[in-house]
């Protein structure tokens, strides 16, 4: 009689997936925290991504985030890590977006705060510190900040055309920094064919006026 043989136990739908996840915390370094906010040094999204996405691949990994609606005015973010055998990993995360005198740059900041703060999740990393600028709350209780005021209005001078505060000028500036390589190129080069600029010039000198700050609120979620 010939001595019964088992099979081997099948594979579990993730097994794939996890292995692979063994063998990238094998490899990835340390993320380096290269951006700077009023309560420290954090890794901002692009330092993440230029981090993990090559030891990802390496391993047949890749991260998709993409918004979902929800019931409510806010999205939900959905992040997944998946492998080219079919399995993933999901993460569903409602957004909080603030309600500010921008609504734009404060969708935007959200966006970026908590795609991060997702991947990192999902693969498991840590690169940031505690508290990350104007959505963390604060150990103690801070004096608030004196409203910003507007640019003074020159007269003779169309609304549009109005200089923009430093405030809503710095906000403008700070959501460009934090676009991706391939969605910046975009946008300059978009920026300077809707206001008459040469290929080469600088987009930043240039955004100066209010209807510089109306083309952003318009168009800049098609490179978020």
């Given at each position: 009689m010939q001595p019964e043989t088992k099979s081997p136990p099948?594979?579990?739908?993730?097994?794939?997936?996890?292995?692979?996840?063994?063998?990238?915390?094998?490899?990835?370094?340390?993320?380096?925290?290269?951006?700077?906010?009023?309560y420290g040094n954090f890794a901002d999204l692009e330092t993440v991504l230029s981090t993990v996405t090559p030891h990802l691949i390496k391993?047949?990994?890749?991260?998709?985030?993409?918004?979902?609606?929800?019931?409510?005015?806010?999205?939900?973010?959905?992040?997944k890590l998946l492998h080219v055998s079919g399995a993933e990993l999901v993460s569903r995360l409602p957004m909080v977006v603030g309600k500010g005198r921008n609504p734009l740059h404060d969708f935007g900041g959200s966006c970026t705060y908590l795609k991060r703060y997702a991947l990192l999740a999902l693969l498991g990393l840590t690169?940031?510190?505690?508290?990350?600028?104007?959505?963390?709350?604060?150990?103690?209780?801070?004096?608030?900040?004196a409203a910003a005021k507007p640019a003074a209005k020159i007269e003779g001078?169309?609304?549009?055309?109005?200089?923009?505060?430093?405030?809503?000028?710095?906000?403008?500036l700070g959501l460009i920094k934090e676009l991706?390589?391939?969605?910046?190129?975009?946008?300059?080069?978009?920026?300077?064919?809707?206001?008459?600029?040469?290929?080469?010039?600088?987009?930043?000198?240039?955004?100066?006026?209010?209807?510089?700050?109306?083309?952003?609120?318009?168009?800049?979620?098609?490179?978020v």
């Open positions: 099948p594979s579990l739908p993730l097994q794939p997936l996890v292995e692979a996840l063994v063998n990238f915390h094998k490899t990835v370094p340390a993320i380096n925290k290269t951006a700077k906010a009023q391993n047949s990994l890749v991260i998709t985030q993409l918004f979902e609606p929800s019931e409510g005015i806010d999205p939900i973010l959905v992040t690169a940031d510190m505690d508290v990350d600028g104007d959505f963390a709350d604060s150990a103690e209780a801070k004096p608030a900040k001078i169309a609304d549009k055309d109005q200089p923009l505060s430093k405030e809503d000028r710095d906000q403008c991706t390589p391939d969605n910046l190129a975009r946008f300059c080069t978009d920026f300077r064919r809707d206001h008459y600029l040469g290929p080469n010039d600088k987009v930043a000198p240039a955004l100066t006026a209010k209807r510089h700050q109306d083309w952003m609120n318009a168009n800049l979620k098609n490179y």
